[in-house]
């Protein structure tokens, strides 16, 4: 899923300044899944932006909503009420969630709450490890389940570097070394030969180097 | 030969090479490339420059190695894939072989996030081994990356780097031997301490014929001091100084001269070793005691070829 956390205060108020009338938008899927932008993360920034007002000496009203997805086109356009009658959107959504709504809504200034931190699954509770970057170009047949774009600091594709030590990345000893893994995985599945093949430089255009990327399902598409 | 450098010529006669690392300054100053050149010359075969070493910015390797030519010493051009993307890496060959540079050492190189730009965006478009391949491929098929033909392809001696010390341990032969495949004609291997742990991996080398294949040339680390040899296990990528060297530099009366002791040494026990075909002394900021180790190792004077 996608992960997010939420903007520091200081950050939210300093964009939310000047706006009496706010509309905190939360994401009832990948957002309120990871604690950032969900029904009751809504609930809680909305009172911070009320009593912040009221500090200010001037009351901000604030109108709360979380709908379904905000990534979808039907969801957002359920919205259309609430920001209406707001001056801008505060949106709790990852940065997907925030462009939609922007582009369906272009006359009001569209706020992001989050920063969108991660694609991941959680590790333990409230903790979660990207594990995708998206690259257009999956290799996990070949590496064992463990992806090395993602989790080896240098998207190395033929192995460890010189400088993984006790498991760990030489960037931070607390991070595992994506290939130390991948390394004890295929030994483990007796498939090592797969590391001894020289992978060819990766086509970094498709792994969004080269502008927005756009998937297309021509037989679902409506001419 | 498939360069013709000196380096090339001395290793392909089965000589017994020395280089040394010449760091370039942070700041303009090629006098500093030029005062490090005197100390040097006539007493190693080449020296590596290193290409903005430990991610610290410093005078790019491409110019400190065309300076350290002009001052009469043949450079090893050090290029990391973690500031250069193909097209650049590519260039930079092509150029540095124009100028008559001949020698390079391909390595992914220390990541951003430990030097003293640690917000910077790291390219690493390619790995070592790709790099390897890219730049045999330019020099014997004369193709770019990309398959399109060049007219002159550059004169390259392919260097490679290899930590036998690093983990998993067990994986360090194969992924030498990738190296080869991929196209080195050289390997420096990082600093070694413990020579029972090397003999080891140099066993498992030769085990694979790799010897034959590649030139191999150990690593030393003069430790200038306890304080060094701290620095070097705790803050150095993939090197360890055994309890028995941390000794002998805390009881010695004189630590700057037990630590060339112990190179001297440390160079005697890798010449030993079959299928070390050189040493690569790498003194940094310590370059002035190049001469003095490879005098008292009887390496010279250098065989001229």
């Known amino acids: 899923m996608i992960v997010g956390e939420r903007k520091s205060v200081t950050e939210i108020l300093e964009m939310t300044k000047g706006y009496d009338r706010i509309f905190v938008a939360g994401c009832g899927t990948c957002v309120t899944v990871c604690l950032a932008g969900g029904e009751k993360e809504v609930s809680v920034l909305s009172s911070l932006l009320k009593i912040n007002g009221k500090k200010q000496g001037h009351e901000v009203k604030v109108v709360e909503g979380t709908i379904e997805r905000q990534c979808e086109r039907e969801w957002v356009g359920e919205m259309k009420d609430k920001v209406r009658d707001a001056e801008a959107v505060l949106s709790m959504a990852c940065g997907i969630g925030v462009q939609l709504v922007a582009e369906m809504y272009p006359e009001k200034p569209v706020l992001p709450a989050l920063n969108t931190t991660l694609m991941g699954f959680p590790t333990q509770h409230a903790i979660w490890l990207e594990n995708c970057r998206a690259c257009g170009d999956c290799i996990l047949h070949l590496t064992g389940g463990i992806c090395p774009v993602t989790r080896c600091a240098k998207q190395l594709m033929n192995g460890p570097c010189g400088g993984s030590q006790n498991g760990k990345c030489e960037v931070d000893s607390q991070t595992d070394c994506a290939w130390a893994l991948i390394y004890y995985k295929l030994k483990a599945m007796d498939r090592l030969d797969w590391m001894s093949k020289i992978q060819p430089p990766k086509r970094w255009d498709i792994a969004g180097h080269s502008g927005p990327r756009k998937t297309v399902k021509e037989e679902e598409v409506v001419p | ?305």
């Not at chain 2, 410093?58 to 010493?73: E, H, N, P």
């Not at chain 2, 640690?118 to 020099?139: C, N, T, Y």
């Not at chain 2, 530099?249 to 299928?275: P, W």
């Not at chain 2, 900021?285 to 190792?297: M, S």
């Open chain 2, 1 to 305: 030969m498939k360069a013709g450098s000196n380096l090339e010529k001395i290793l392909e006669k089965g000589q017994f090479a020395v280089t040394c690392e010449c760091g370039p300054p942070k700041s303009a100053s090629g006098d500093v490339i030029r005062q490090k050149a005197k100390m040097i010359k006539g007493k190693v075969d080449a020296a590596n420059i290193t290409d903005n070493q430990a991610a610290i910015v410093r005078l790019s390797s491409f110019a400190a190695a065309t300076i350290l030519m002009q001052a009469g010493i043949e450079p090893v051009m050090q290029v990391t894939a973690r500031d250069r993307n193909r097209l650049a890496i590519q260039s930079d060959l092509l150029g540095a072989s124009a100028v008559g540079i001949r020698d390079v050492l391909l390595l992914t190189g220390d990541h951003q996030k430990l030097g003293n730009h640690p917000e910077a965006k790291g390219v690493f478009d390619l790995d070592s081994i790709q790099m390897i391949d890219m730049a045999r491929r330019m020099r014997d098929e004369r193709k770019f990356q990309n398959g399109e033909q060049m007219d002159v392809p550059p004169k390259l001696f392919i260097g490679a780097a290899e930590n036998p010390l690093a983990e998993p341990a067990e994986y360090r032969v194969p992924r030498l031997e990738k190296k080869v495949v991929a196209g080195a004609d050289f390997i420096q291997t990082q600093g070694v301490f413990d020579i029972e742990r090397f003999e080891k991996w140099m066993a498992a080398v030769r085990a694979k014929g790799l010897h034959k294949k590649v030139h191999i040339i150990g690593g030393v680390v003069p430790l200038k001091s306890l304080g060094a040899a701290k620095f070097v296990n705790d803050k150095v990528l993939g090197m360890t100084v055994p309890d028995s060297l941390f000794e002998r530099m805390k009881k010695a009366s004189d630590a700057k001269a037990e630590g060339v002791k112990i190179a001297v040494e440390t160079i005697e026990a890798l010449r030993k070793i079959e299928g070390v075909q050189g040493v690569h002394i790498m003194a940094i900021e310590w370059e002035e005691k190049v001469p003095e180790i490879v005098e008292k190792a009887g390496l010279l004077p250098r065989p001229a070829v």
